[in-house]
């Protein structure tokens, strides 16, 4: 069970505004390239001034408008007939690029490791590509958890808002990067294992 199980509820609410941009002529691909610009603006300024921990609140806010930019510009693409292969490479490739963008930021607050935060990037790219390779497999593109993209913005989104007010961080947070990047790690295998599954019962 993962928030993405939570998708189609998020998508209604947000329908009548996509609505609307369709009938402004905004496409899928605008809203896709938005987001990652936006991740990487946001996860600069962080980084520029990551000993003001104030500006840490930026990242759960982003966090929450970046899952809206991702269900808009998906919603525009299958419901208003924008699909296109170039929008599939932007898609897949802008979400790497901004989950990395956006984890980075971390590396500068102790007690957490530039090493711990690389290897957490590096994993979450993987769990991407497991998923997209699927379809290679006769399967879907796997979702499965338990730490897919929105997990993954509820809990680095939570962490933002943490060291953004300031909480204390004892030395036992440096335990969190490892902690994710085991349930990282399990995502992949889980992904990879489903994939196998689903192509086997197809075959």
């Known amino acids: 069970m993962t ?3 939570l998708k189609p509820r998020f998508q209604g609410l947000l329908r009548p505004l996509v609505a609307r941009l369709a009938s402004g002529g905004v496409t899928a691909n605008q809203v896709t390239l938005l987001a990652a610009a936006g991740s990487l603006v946001i996860a600069a300024l962080v980084v520029w001034k990551a000993e003001h921990r104030i500006l840490f609140l930026l990242l759960p806010i982003w966090f929450l408008v970046r899952m809206a930019l991702n269900a808009i510009d998906g919603m525009l693409a299958r419901e208003f007939g924008q699909k296109s292969r170039l929008g599939a490479y932007l898609n897949e490739l802008c979400d790497v690029v901004s989950d990395a963008a956006l984890y980075l930021p971390f590396a500068f607050v102790a007690p957490f490791s530039s090493l711990g935060v690389g290897v957490a990037v590096f994993l979450s790219a993987l769990t991407e590509f497991a998923g997209i390779l699927g379809p290679t497999v006769e399967a879907s ?10 997990d993954r913005a509820l809990a680095f989104g939570a962490l933002g808002l943490w ?13 969190f990067f490892p902690l994710i990047n085991v349930f990282l790690i399990i995502t992949v295998v889980n992904r990879v294992r489903a994939g196998l ?5 197809a075959g």
């Open 3 to 5: 928030l993405y199980a």
């Open 197 to 201: 599954r689903e192509a086997a019962s």
């Open 141 to 150: 593109r796997r979702y499965d958890g338990p730490l897919g993209k929105s």
């Open 163 to 175: 060291v953004g007010v300031g909480a204390p961080l004892p030395d036992w947070m440096s335990w």
